[in-house]
Structures are given as structure tokens and as C-alpha cells.
């Protein structure tokens, strides 16, 4: 079992940032691809950022390239997603995800989910 907890969420103005973290405890966390996804209300869940165990492979969905950045410290077993230039319609709950394969975009590869955490990004 993995646990998932994400931080750092909040109400912030169009053009702004916020940085996301998710903690991690239970089995090895450099075993894991981390992957953050969003779902804002009536809508599917959306890939956004992934990366590998090593932090040396990074994938983006076209949406957010440029402007967000996953990194992951697997010291602390913590993964991160800077997000820049934030637009309103970024505006979602947030969740981290384990995959114990390789790097995804398909949020089925992942076993492991966080509680989320809201974002708010204001015009």
C-alpha cells in the first residue's frame, strides 16, 4: 500500500502560481511513477504532468507545457508540480497518483490515489 497526501492548494489570481506537493509513505517511493491529474466540476478526470522514478523522464499534457513543471525528491518521497502563469481554467481539484510502471498519461496505469486538493484560480 501507498498513501497519497497532497498540500498546497488554495485560491490564487489569473497569472499566478501555486506549488502542489504530495507525500508519500508506505512502500518504496522510488519504486513508484508519480503522476498528478484534475477534475474540475462535471468533467472527467485529466492527465496533467508525470514523471518517472528516477525524476529523469517528464510528460506534460499540451495544456499545461510551458507553464507547469513535476519534479520529485525521492529523499523526502515527495513530488511536486509548480504551476505557473495559472489560468481560470486550470481551476480543479488536484490528485497525485502511484504507478508501479513505467511513466503514464492513462490515469488506469495508476494504483495509488490521493484525497486531492483544490485549486481556485480567479479572473
Known amino acids: 500500500q501507498v498513501q497519497l497526501v497532497e498540500s498546497g492548494g488554495g485560491l490564487v489570481q489569473a497569472g499566478g502560481s501555486l506549488r502542489l506537493s504530495c507525500a508519500a509513505s508506505?512502500?518504496?517511493?522510488?519504486?513508484?511513477?508519480m503522476g498528478w491529474f484534475r477534475q474540475a466540476p462535471g468533467k472527467e478526470r485529466d492527465f496533467v504532468a508525470s514523471?518517472?522514478?528516477?525524476?529523469?523522464?517528464?510528460y506534460y499534457a499540451d495544456s499545461v507545457k510551458g507553464r507547469f513543471t513535476i519534479t520529485r525528491d525521492n529523499a523526502k518521497n515527495t513530488v511536486y508540480l509548480q504551476m505557473n502563469s495559472l489560468k481560470p481554467e486550470d481551476t480543479a481539484v488536484y490528485y497525485c497518483?502511484?504507478?508501479?510502471?513505467?511513466?503514464?498519461?492513462?490515469?488506469?496505469?495508476?494504483?495509488?490515489w490521493g484525497q486531492g486538493t483544490q485549486v481556485t484560480v480567479s479572473s
Open positions: 497518483a502511484a504507478d508501479a510502471g513505467v511513466i503514464s498519461s492513462g490515469s488506469f496505469e495508476y494504483e495509488y
Open positions: 508506505g512502500r518504496t517511493f522510488s519504486n513508484y511513477a
Open positions: 514523471i518517472n522514478w528516477s525524476g529523469g523522464h517528464t
